[in-house]
């Protein structure tokens, strides 16, 4: 395999390096940046997140699994993110390999059983950001086709905390909830809300800006790099 001739590295290794690059753009400007996550900076600066790279350009069902098993048997692993750099798939398609990916681990978890819920992100643009499905998907436009893993046991430890969900939405949100809340609410719901806030705060178009140009620096490096972006 041919090397970089900057770093020295061989060209796969070079795409792996900036896929991870280009993720934690994603992360630390989106994700974090505009408070997105409850937990998200708070368990990378604790180094609870683990980044991989697949290189294949097909996703492989096999190799998702395995992942989820090595994740899942990692104590000091929270949240997991495997990336797939060179899989050009729409969202739909990637969705149903995620799920694909989920049912085969389901089968076959490893020690300890079922620890990791996955879902699926990927750079394909969604239509109408204001409808609250649509609003998730558009904020989860990392750079690659990507899976997220959470351990099972942060999950439940973020309901525990609080019914309303204050403890560990955004501060924003949380202010924005009558005092006199009580009812439990699914962690999903109190997050996306929580994000569907930020979006109108900020506006659709800065949130795009910042999105755009994380596309645009891909597209530039991959093509650097004799890959298609």
Known sequence: MPSDPVGGMTADEA???????????YTVEIVEGL???PWAEAARRRSEVS?????G???DIAAGAAWARRLGEDRSVEIGFLIWPRVKVSRA???????????AYGREPGRGGVLMAMVAFH????PDPTRPLSLINFIRRCPDPTIQAIRLSTLEELRQRDGTGKRFMPMSAALALPLNVTARRPLHEVVSEA??????RLGVPRVEAILADIHRDRDRTYRALGEEP
Request: hydrophobic share 35%; net charge negative.
């Open 15 to 25: 795409l792996a390096r900036e896929a991870k690059r280009l993720f934690r753009r």
């Open 35 to 37: 408070d997105m996550c």
């Open 51 to 55: 980044e991989s790279v697949e290189l």
């Open 57 to 59: 350009r097909s996703p």
């Open 93 to 103: 398609e990637f969705v149903a390999y995620v799920q694909a990916v989920r049912e």
């Open 123 to 126: 750079p394909e643009p969604e």
């Open 195 to 200: 994000n569907q806030q930020t979006v109108e």
